[in-house]
């Protein structure tokens, strides 16, 4: 469907109700591997139409504030990964693996003892929801975490091999990918935040992993890459890992943090033809941006890529923010957006 010029659109996540998951607990430890049920306040047996009814709302908030492209807030996740990556065949989770995450620190994840499959499709009801309840003028968007990312974050007891393990992910993402535009998806957008924390890897055998993701589909694709949740990981480089190496990938658009970092903008010619979801929120801060701060930090790209073909978005998730402050971020990424957009036109 139609775009304005500089579409505006989240990363993915809102900020969740209080009411619905303990935001304390949530803060207090990284993004979940495995399922951590103990994070919900509702019962469980009530959680489905919490989920719903909280997505129906984080809807409203981004129509609200203004957005073009709208997604669920992934309202109904613990972490970015694990409600996908816990519903594969594959995987024992009675009895969970270790693996070390971005920091260095030992965590619980899945652990691999057979061939990794999709047994069914994990978020196509989310996808249906979000049509449902989206305004019909306005496109959706949903993502998935990436194979590359997944295979970093299991304990691998059956492949022995990490490339291997890493595209069995990759064939299971790519017939939800497949899935999701079926049903009425306009971008699925991969999160690969591993990418950035492990290049070498990343060059070794992620963009394999994300080839056999991509086989045959021919919908718009999305890749998210970034240096983490601010909330969790304060410390920022000042570039990218791994980022070029994506240019002859098959993703039609990369998002990129570029606000808390203040990244040069100038390797984004590094990355021709593609769309660029351009991080404009500094979400490290409880401040609320002015408008015209997102308008300068939009700016800033011009030089280097055609506004035909930035998306302003936060740098990331806005899962970790409180709701007013998400909210008033969100507001003024729309407002911001639409100073420069006048001033194109």
Not at 15 to 41: C, S, V, Y
Not at 132 to 147: L, M, N, R, Y
Not at 255 to 268: F, G, M, R, V, Y
Request: with cysteine; glycine share 8%; aromatic share 6%.
């Amino acid at each position: 469907m139609p775009l304005p010029l500089l579409p505006t659109s989240l990363v993915g996540s809102y900020a969740q109700p209080d009411w619905l998951i303990d935001r304390e607990k949530l803060a207090g430890r990284f993004p979940p591997r495995t399922r951590q049920k103990e994070l919900w306040r509702v019962a469980e047996e009530l959680l489905p139409q919490a989920w719903d009814d909280a997505t129906v709302w984080a809807i409203h908030e981004q129509e609200r504030a203004g957005l073009d492209i709208i997604t669920d807030g992934e309202m109904r996740r613990e972490s970015y990964s694990n409600r996908f990556a816990t519903a594969l065949d594959g995987v024992d989770m009675e009895n969970h693996g270790t693996a070390l995450d971005r920091s260095g620190e030992p965590v619980p994840v899945p652990r691999v003892v057979g061939p990794i499959t999709r047994r069914h499709p994990v978020q196509v009801r989310d996808v249906e929801f979000l049509r449902e309840h989206a305004s019909p003028e306005k496109a959706i968007k949903i993502t998935v975490p990436g194979p590359f990312t997944m295979s970093q974050q299991a304990q691998d007891d059956y492949y022995g091999d990490p490339e291997a393990l890493a595209v069995a992910y990759g064939r299971a993402v790519n017939g939800e990918i497949k899935d999701l535009f079926a049903a009425g998806a306009d971008v699925v957008q991969l999160d690969e935040p591993y990418m950035q924390a492990r290049p070498e890897k990343a060059r070794q055998y992620g963009l394999k992993a994300l080839e056999a993701a991509l086989e045959g589909v021919t919908g718009t694709t999305a890749l998210h890459i970034c240096f983490g949740y601010a909330a969790l990981i304060h410390e920022r480089p000042q570039g990218y890992n791994f980022l070029p190496e994506l240019a002859g990938s098959g993703v039609l658009q990369i998002s990129l943090e570029t606000a808390q970092s203040e990244l040069d903008c100038k390797i984004l010619e590094t990355l021709p033809g593609k769309t660029i979801i351009l991080g404009v929120l500094d979400l490290s801060t409880h401040a609320v941006e002015e408008p015209e701060t997102v308008a300068v930090r939009i700016r800033r790209a011009l030089p280097y890529v055609d506004a035909s073909r930035i998306i302003p978005a936060p740098d990331c998730g806005l899962k970790y923010l409180p709701r007013e402050v998400a909210f008033g971020k969100m507001k003024a990424l729309a407002e911001g957006a639409r100073i420069v957009r006048e001033e194109l036109a």
